[in-house]
């Protein structure tokens, strides 16, 4: 079992190091995970990487070696501690797969100050990279209206990220991933086409040769493979790809050009040539708007890479995790420009009887059975699901395949301007209900 | 040993299969990784990641677990000549600290087409990755000017990105990182402060009690410590921080807010206050812009978060991996918009005996001996040094602390507005010779 211990910033240990010696260390406290704003003009956020935050928490021991190597950063009682811990407490959570909005409490952790304050950075980590990949997703997904995605993006991140960006996307509707670990390690749908080196590798001192290239995929992999028709010359490529495998051909690939123009084209040309079947897959740093802008256009496929891996200008969620009650009393930063409302909140989302939802409302959690006030006529759905119990994970969350069926329906119940790719206002308000002063 | 094999797009493999079918898997190719422009009106790119690229290379291969999981992707013959996978062929490159531009073979790759095709993506992701992070990190050391910089971003970024991204910075110039796993790693040096939960931690039901929060941390990690002033009123923050630590406190640390006039105001004070030598940190969404506001402040440390490990703005540095030549004959891609250059490349910089660069100078590698014509006067210097030989990484290669060196120096190259903020030109220009027409 690989540790994520160490995947921590070195001030929580010291923090521990200073509750512990002062008996501060097990006050029992709420933390919550929120983003306080949505990036960029973002109507929505889409929740992504709860799944891997609980693996997280399972893993975070610390072993000789790591204890080894906080030697001089805390001092000894704080090494004894971190060798006896593990995370004890309790963990509530927003979905997978669940829409976010400003002040949203994706995630709340409850326990002693010290075991739950040492989770922080892992926590926001996965929940700030993941959130921002599915985020950026959907809105592809939507701008592509029902025509599939592959993610291709693994070579525009840190590679291991990739293997997370890949499941993030697929949660988010993205079809497939062109990342093997992805697909060993999630089960994501993995595919592939092939790159302009292969129809070079074919080339001879006397002039380039396509039609071998084409032909060695086409033997290798079958008529129903995708060709890269670009290399050279489109005209001759898609010429080319139809002579040698024929009019059965799976599609074509166009990764350069002026796509909407290119895409056009090339139907008209399959199409005479008889090969109706062979779809158009379009790659070529496409992002959000430039899928919307060829939603017109004969495109049967989408291969999309840095936008999606880099949250397409959006890198981060920019969550942030906050103490937000100690022993029941709550608590809030009080300086300036980054007010936090104190105590532990209960969420629940507005919806009228069609199914689009009008607010959020995060309510004070000691009101945890009671109406929600202002509601009335509305159905009223509570966002937090149990996820950790006397730290261990409660059986039966959702898998992959369910939280990415979650937010496809989520989706559907956004108020209609709330899906478009234009910047503005989240698309639902939130209200703090029975907010208590803070210290 | 970890295995990197499946870090790797599905292409890669399925083009192996293809081309081992085809007979054409053991031709001698070349392939160059480089960046066609620099991101975002970038004057220079930094190169960083090599040595990881190293550690990823030796690290890829094909175990058990892992041709399972291929089953179905490719052939037996594929899968068998997978199992034997390990790199065998040359890589030269940029040493890592190298400045970049447009063009430069940050990276070639030297093999036969299988063994050297499946490196792509991993040596992509890396470098993409590595060298956004190194890019605009010493962007922000320079507009630091010689003040020290903590990277503490770990928490807005993928869990194993930080770790890397800790890495790059440092690389860069910044001076510690808060990410412990790094400094474990790597040797980068672990720096911290503390929360804003630590002070609200010894809130009580009558209210906060900031004087307990700093005595505790005080008591634990020394009079040395740097306090954060910015929960509740900073004036009273400061004020509480060296009546409780004294006017040998380190520092304290500011968090919001125009960080200039508070830098000012608390300045102030703790000169009033005697707190002469007690230094003053701020932090909170600084990039290179803000950085260089503060240049005239009373600032003695800038934490950095969000915007190095995101690379500021441009979170992947959009390197790409070309095959340029097969059994000698130059290669490339002829479509419209992405040219490339055939032709393995032999990369020089001129210099004037001041030791200001001039100019960047690609000449086809086969004369690789050759006095480089138009650099009469000028200093020349070979760009790439030998990385790998026979599969084996060459011994004596620089280490981060090396490499660090090294860029600090390749810094004071740069003509004078290359070190500017504003958006414009590569600070030199690239020039290709003796170019060979490509098949």
């Known amino acids: 079992m690989t540790t994520t211990a160490l995947l921590t910033d070195q001030y929580e240990l010291t923090m521990v190091s200073a509750a512990l010696r002062a008996g501060t260390a097990n006050r029992s406290c709420v933390f919550e995970a929120f983003a306080r704003r949505l990036p960029d003009g973002r109507r929505y956020g889409v929740v992504a990487g709860t799944g891997r935050?609980?693996?997280?928490?399972?893993?975070?021991?610390?072993?000789?070696?790591?204890?080894?190597?906080?030697d001089g950063i805390?001092?000894?009682?704080?090494i004894?501690?971190?060798?006896?811990?593990?995370?004890?407490?309790?963990?509530?959570?927003?979905?997978?797969?669940?829409?976010?909005?400003?002040?949203?409490?994706?995630?709340?952790?409850?326990?002693?100050?010290?075991?739950?304050?040492?989770?922080?950075?892992?926590?926001?980590?996965?929940?700030?990279?993941?959130?921002?990949?599915?985020?950026?997703?959907?809105?592809?997904?939507?701008?592509?209206?029902?025509?599939?995605?592959?993610e291709m993006g693994s070579r525009r991140t840190?590679?291991?990220?990739?293997?997370?960006?890949?499941r993030a996307a697929y949660l988010a509707g993205v079809n497939a991933t062109s990342n093997l670990e992805a697909a060993r390690t999630y089960g994501v749908p993995s595919a592939g086409t092939a790159a302009h080196s292969f129809t070079l590798l074919f080339a001879q001192p006397d002039?380039?040769?396509?039609?071998?290239?084409?032909?060695?995929?086409?033997?290798?992999?079958?008529?129903?493979?995708?060709?890269?028709?670009?290399?050279?010359?489109?005209?001759?490529?898609?010429?080319?790809?139809?002579?040698?495998?024929?009019?059965?051909l799976g599609a074509v690939r166009i990764d350069s050009g002026d796509l909407g123009v290119l895409a056009r084209q090339v139907r008209q040309q399959l199409d005479d040539l008889g090969a109706h079947k062979t779809q158009i897959v379009v790659s070529g740093d496409l992002d959000e708007y430039a899928i919307a802008s060829l939603r017109a256009e004969p495109v049967d496929l989408y291969g999309v890479g840095t936008s999606v891996v880099t949250g397409?200008?959006?890198?981060?969620?920019?969550?942030?995790?906050?103490?937000?009650?100690?022993?029941?009393?709550?608590?809030?930063?009080?300086s300036s420009r980054k007010e936090s409302h104190g105590g532990e909140k209960r969420a629940v989302r507005a919806a009228?009887?069609?199914?689009?939802?009008?607010?959020?409302?995060?309510?004070?959690?000691?009101?945890?059975?009671?109406?929600?006030?202002?509601?009335?006529?509305?159905?009223?759905?509570?966002?937090?699901?149990?996820?950790?119990?006397?730290?261990e994970r409660v059986p039966g969350l959702p898998t992959l395949e369910e939280s990415r069926r979650y937010l496809?329906?989520?989706?559907?119940?956004?108020?209609?301007?709330?899906?478009?790719?234009?910047?503005?206002?989240?698309?639902?308000?939130?209200?703090?209900?029975?907010?208590?002063?803070?210290?």
């Open 312 to 334: 397409s200008g959006s890198p981060t969620a920019g969550m942030v995790y906050k103490l937000v009650e100690v022993d029941g009393v709550p608590v809030a930063k009080r």
């Open 158 to 166: 840190h590679e291991q990220a990739a293997v997370a960006a890949s």
């Open 74 to 78: 805390v001092d000894s009682d704080t």
């Open 207 to 248: 002039g380039s040769d396509e039609r071998a290239a084409f032909a060695a995929q086409v033997e290798a992999l079958g008529t129903e493979t995708t060709l890269l028709v670009d290399t050279y010359d489109i005209t001759t490529g898609v010429k080319n790809a139809i002579e040698v495998a024929g009019t059965e």
């Open 80 to 150: 004894g501690w971190l060798a006896d811990y593990r995370f004890r407490g309790e963990i509530d959570g927003y979905r997978e797969g669940e829409l976010y909005f400003p002040g949203s409490p994706i995630l709340t952790v409850r326990g002693g100050f010290a075991e739950a304050v040492i989770l922080e950075t892992v926590v926001l980590s996965i929940l700030n990279h993941d959130s921002a990949i599915a985020s950026a997703a959907a809105r592809m997904v939507n701008a592509a209206a029902g025509r599939p995605i592959i």
């Open 53 to 70: 935050v609980l693996d997280a928490v399972e893993k975070f021991r610390f072993g000789d070696a790591e204890l080894a190597a906080l």
């Open 352 to 391: 009228r009887s069609t199914g689009t939802i009008v607010e959020e409302i995060l309510v004070r959690a000691s009101n945890s059975q009671a109406p929600v006030s202002g509601t009335a006529g509305l159905d009223v759905t509570e966002m937090q699901i149990p996820l950790v119990r006397d730290g």
């Open 408 to 439: 496809a329906r989520g989706l559907v119940t956004l108020p209609w301007e709330g899906l478009g790719l234009s910047h503005g206002d989240p698309a639902i308000p939130t209200r703090y209900l029975n907010e208590p002063e803070s210290r």
